[in-house]
């Protein structure tokens, strides 16, 4: 319990400190979905607004990948495997023939495959 006196007593001052944080891409995030919003309003109150139509043509414009290093992997896989075999029972020369038969393969198809 405190008690009444003449005299002033200086009390602990307190820092009262609340800190701020600034998020530039939640804020960009943020006016990005407001457009969006606004943007299907604005469509809503036309009379324009299809349910569903952005996302069903996010589909429609991607490609087929073609997959063109199939060949390319099994030559590769054959040569190595060929180089390994070859080394268990040859010993280095396999190796060398099979590093050379990889690098002869890739400067061709640099020269002449385009």
Avoid: C, W
């Amino acid at each position: 319990m405190k008690l009444p006196s003449i005299l002033r007593i200086p009390s602990y001052q307190r820092f009262n400190y609340e800190p701020r944080h600034y998020d530039a891409v939640k804020e960009d995030i943020d006016e990005r979905r407001q457009r969006i919003r606004r943007n299907i309003a604005a469509d809503k109150k036309s009379g324009k607004h299809i349910a569903g139509a952005r996302l069903e043509g996010a589909f429609t414009r991607r490609t087929p990948v073609q997959e063109s290093s199939g060949f390319l992997r099994l030559i590769i896989g054959a040569v190595l495997f060929g180089g390994v075999v070859g080394f268990l029972y040859f010993g280095n020369i396999a190796v060398y023939i099979a590093t050379g038969l990889v690098l002869g393969y890739m400067i061709i198809k640099k020269l002449f495959i385009k």
